[in-house]
């Protein structure tokens, strides 16, 4: 992910926090203003919609870390500081998004097939052709 570069990055410092396996980044009602980004490792579920206000609001959902993650947390606020260390922050995450909903409608598309041995050839396809995707 196009993250990973500022990991160590001293003007970054804060926005990036790592959680174990099992650990929650947050909790259905809680109240959030911030999005995460996830830079590596894999959630039970993730659904943000905070970069649309800077309203706080109540989060639909529990996010609990199923292996051992780095995820980057802003707010609408962080987005001018974050820009100035990552120029082109907002198009990456941009793109990374379109990729990723790219790849769910795929996924999507296969699941709705009705031959259970074509779903299974194109699951396979769908992992072995998403080299992003961090499955440790």
């Not at 500022?6 to 970054?12: E, G, I, P, Q, V």
């Not at 959030?32 to 800077?54: A, C, P, R, W, Y």
């Not at 639909?60 to 922050?89: C, G």
């Amino acid at each position: 992910m196009f993250l990973k570069p500022y990991l160590r990055d001293d003007r970054l410092k804060g926005h990036f926090k790592q959680l174990d396996a099992g650990q929650y980044l947050f909790r259905q009602g809680a109240s959030g203003n911030s999005m995460f980004i996830i830079v590596h490792g894999i959630f039970q579920l993730f659904d943000e919609k905070s970069l649309l206000t800077n309203d706080t609001y109540q989060r639909a959902f529990s996010a609990l870390a199923q292996t051992k993650t780095v995820i980057m947390e802003v707010t609408l606020k962080d987005i001018p500081r974050v820009q100035s260390v990552i120029p082109d922050f907002m198009l990456q995450l941009f793109q990374a998004a379109t990729r990723r909903l790219e790849r769910t409608y795929y996924l999507i598309r296969i699941l709705r097939t009705k031959e259970n041995l074509e779903k299974l050839v194109h699951c396979i396809l769908y992992f072995y052709r998403s080299p992003d995707m961090d499955l440790e």
